[in-house]
């Protein structure tokens, strides 16, 4: 069993910064691939970015490539993402998920567990 929090959302500017942050509980963190998603009202989840259970070179989505960046920091046992030049297209419920496998990483269906989500409003 896998308990995820995530944390950092809020309502920021067109431009600016957020950092979410994701805290893992009840298993091994660096044996868990790790991933966010994020999901707006009316559409599906949308894949963001992820690391595999090994980590290395994390893969990103091509809508957010260059402006976001996810790190794990093992010790803590927590996962971020740190989101610059929003747009206002980036507004969604973000969530923190993990998965057992490597496979499909980008696919939310391959995750085993989800956190709450955490709310990031991107105003023009």
């Known amino acids: 069993q896998v308990q995820l929090v995530e944390s950092g959302g809020g309502l920021v500017q067109a431009g600016g910064s957020l950092r979410l942050s994701c805290v893992a509980s009840g298993r091994t963190f660096s044996s868990l691939g790790m991933g966010w998603f994020r999901q707006a009202p009316g559409k599906e989840r949308e894949f963001v970015a992820a690391f595999g259970r090994s980590g290395g070179s994390p893969y990103y989505a091509d809508s957010v490539k260059g402006r976001f960046t996810i790190f794990r920091d093992n010790a803590k046992s927590t996962l971020y993402l740190q989101m610059n030049s929003l747009k206002p297209e980036d507004t969604a419920v973000y969530s923190c998920?993990?998965?057992?496998?490597?496979?499909?990483?980008?696919?939310?269906?391959?995750?085993?567990?989800w956190g709450q989500g955490t709310q990031v409003t991107v105003s023009s």
């Open positions: 998920a993990a998965r057992l496998t490597d496979s499909g990483l980008a696919t939310s269906l391959k995750y085993n567990y």
